[in-house]
């Protein structure tokens, strides 16, 4: 028989609705099936369509017992074999909940992506992040109807499903990523929370959270490990947002002998954190030393003799846990001196007992953020200028780290030297375009950096392959740091990536498209839209003002801009304003936008590029619910 395609979207749309509605849909299509056969791959197939993936050999059996060897089509039959495998599921999803707190306070569910996969759920986490979220966003008008946040129950999988709190809480790591002009808060219904979920994903990969796999109907649905996965990023990110000499100039204290900032700036956060205690527990004459967030603190001892030494005068923190017998006991009573400090935030004793990382992680850069205790430098004292990082080397790396390249990017030129990360980059522009027998990924003290220096020469010539212009460029460079020529190569690859995105979306194969291209779509979006705003070039002045940017958004989605915010004044300010929101709003729409308001109103040319390629890409990227497919049959068995 000829089984339409149509059945199988109506049955997609009925997931999630009683089995008998889904099954009936097949009614519709099969004038009560008699005389009609299917095969096994059809049964498969539309158990498939319906949540359930049979292997073929169970399948075999399953016809075996309900269709006795015919193979004729009968709905009620189908309807008995379903319920009957919808049931099973169910009570093995019911079996991996019922194992709350036998594994440490954490429990089990099972992937909807993929078979057989069992994602692991630490209640501890739940229960932290909900805090969190409760502590730092109860103050804000938008959410008084969604907070506080429970922290167990399961509460928190549905305070986040219309996008709010996690648009918040970027904002609160990274303040102005959003411009809260362009969050749907009032009236909200599905549409609408999916649009504040893409600008909250779209957002988060803007700061570097990699959120490859997730979307925003599994943040809709509150999907446990998505969820709490891209919490966990989010929180992290602005955690170690004031670790750096810009905001603590004291870090400088920080340094071993021999060591310089740039020394400094090779380590990473944790690496800091972990000097910056060492740092106090030296300072208070404690012999002890921090080597780890697990192991190391679970007595806390290190804890309660960092807290005493951070303490203001008059804050009545104390040695006194040291006094108290047994870990966990111990933890609480350090916490009690932690709450003097307006910092027991993350962990309870039981965390610090049983070296939660994250959680303890999470504790100690909350204290560090709070009460550093490193004095700047004096009058006498001389430290060498501090190099703040440039919006230009924010943006690649935040690129970079969306794209969950390993080891994570900290600081641009000493975290590419070795080569490593750069050819994960061109592994995501084009993949298999990089042999990865001639990458040395373990280094040795002998030739460590003989094995560096070729990666990276390895690295210019694959770039040559892909032609960019790397004139006076060599893998020794990339090596020493050079900033220019580091900055060089990464810009060739965050616009090759951008391009091979918008290529996948244009279906142009190989064929990159170029400026030219792009600039001649924009172009013929705006006038087919019936808008007087044009562009010449990617440095054209008009750019500055972001209305274009405005105008070419409205153009792909209708009614997402509000135009009544649109600032017509010629000053910075309107046009700072006017660049915030295209931003946002492109990321609404689900632009991948890493720019900046200031690339706009700066009319930086090689930002703006990334802007309307990201639009462009989006154009070719309509929602699911703005396309209609053909109903087509399938094959004919």
């Known amino acids: 028989m000829v089984v339409h395609q149509g059945a199988e979207c109506r049955l997609r749309s009925c997931r999630g609705s009683s089995s008998l509605n889904s099954v009936k849909i097949l009614g519709r299509y099969l004038k009560n099936g008699s005389g009609f056969f299917w095969r096994e791959a059809t049964y498969s197939r539309l158990l498939k369509v319906l949540g359930i993936d049979v292997p073929g050999y169970k399948m075999r059996e399953l016809l075996d017992k309900h269709f006795a060897n015919d193979g004729q089509v009968d709905i009620h039959k189908f309807n008995q074999l379903f319920n009957e495998l919808d049931t099973q599921k169910h009570q093995e999803t019911n079996r991996w909940k019922e194992r709350i707190g036998t594994v440490s306070g954490a429990y089990q569910v099972s992937s909807e992506k993929q078979d057989n996969t069992v994602h692991t759920i630490r209640v501890e986490e739940e229960v932290a992040f909900s805090n969190w979220i409760n502590s730092n966003l109860s103050d804000d008008s938008d959410l008084k109807r969604l907070l506080p946040v429970n922290p167990q129950g399961g509460e928190l999988y549905t305070k986040i499903q219309d996008g709010l709190i996690i648009c918040k809480l970027i904002n609160l790591a990274v303040p102005g990523t959003i411009d809260e002009r362009a969050i749907n808060k009032k009236n909200l219904n599905t549409y609408t929370k999916l649009e504040n979920l893409t600008l909250a994903l779209c957002s988060a990969q803007a700061i570097g959270c990699n959120i490859i796999n997730i979307d925003n109907v599994d ?157 700047d430098p004096g009058a006498d004292e001389i430290v060498e200028d501090v190099i703040q990082e440039t919006r230009e080397e924010k943006t690649y790396r935040n690129w970079m780290n969306s794209l969950g390249v390993d080891p994570y990017v900290n600081w641009l030129y000493s975290d590419l030297q070795n080569g490593v990360v750069i050819f994960q980059l061109y592994d995501i522009i084009r993949n298999g375009m990089v042999n990865w027998k001639r990458v040395v990924r373990q280094f040795h003290k002998l030739r460590g950096m003989m094995d560096q220096i070729q990666n990276c020469n390895y690295a210019v010539e694959l770039g040559k392959q892909l032609r960019f212009s790397l004139v006076g460029i060599q893998g020794k460079d990339i090596y020493d740091g050079n900033q220019t020529l580091t900055l060089a190569l990464v810009w060739q690859l965050m616009r090759a990536y951008t391009l091979s995105i918008l290529a996948q979306c244009t279906e142009a194969g190989d064929s990159l498209p170029a400026d030219k291209d792009i600039v001649a779509w924009v172009n013929q979006k705006l006038n087919s839209n019936g808008k007087s705003s044009s562009i010449r070039s990617f440095q054209d002045p008009s750019i500055s003002d972001g209305r274009v940017v405005l105008d070419l958004i409205d153009a792909i989605k209708p009614k997402v801009i509000d135009h009544s915010l649109i600032k017509s004044g010629g000053s910075v300010e309107d046009k700072m304003s006017n660049a915030k929101y295209a931003i946002t709003c492109g990321r609404k729409i689900g632009a991948k936008i890493y720019a900046l308001p200031e690339d706009i109103v700066e009319v930086k040319p090689k930002m703006v590029m990334t802007v309307f390629a990201c639009l462009m890409a989006r154009d070719y990227m309509p929602d699911m619910k703005e396309a209609s497919a053909p109903v087509q049959p399938l094959i004919q068995h």
Request: with cysteine.
């Open 219 to 375: 943040l809709s649905k509150g999907t446990s490990h998505l969820v709490l996965g891209l919490l966990w990023q989010i929180i992290r990110i602005g955690l170690f947002n004031q670790i750096d000499l810009q905001h603590c100039p004291g870090l400088f204290r920080l340094l071993r002998e021999g060591e310089t900032l740039e020394d400094l700036r090779r380590l990473s956060p944790e690496e800091i954190l972990v000097r910056w205690v060492n740092y106090h527990l030296e300072k208070a004459g404690i012999q002890r030393r921090l080597n780890n967030f697990t192991t190391d603190i679970v007595d806390s001892e290190i804890y309660t003799h960092l807290l005493h030494q951070i303490a203001p005068n008059g804050s009545g923190v104390t040695l006194s846990p040291l006094g108290v017998q047994g870990n966990v006991h111990r933890a609480g009573a350090m916490l009690d001196e932690a709450d003097k400090l307006d910092c027991r935030e993350f962990v309870t004793p039981t965390d610090v007992a049983a070296g939660n990382y994250k959680l303890n992680l999470a504790f100690v850069a909350n204290l560090f953020n709070k009460h550093p205790n490193l004095p």
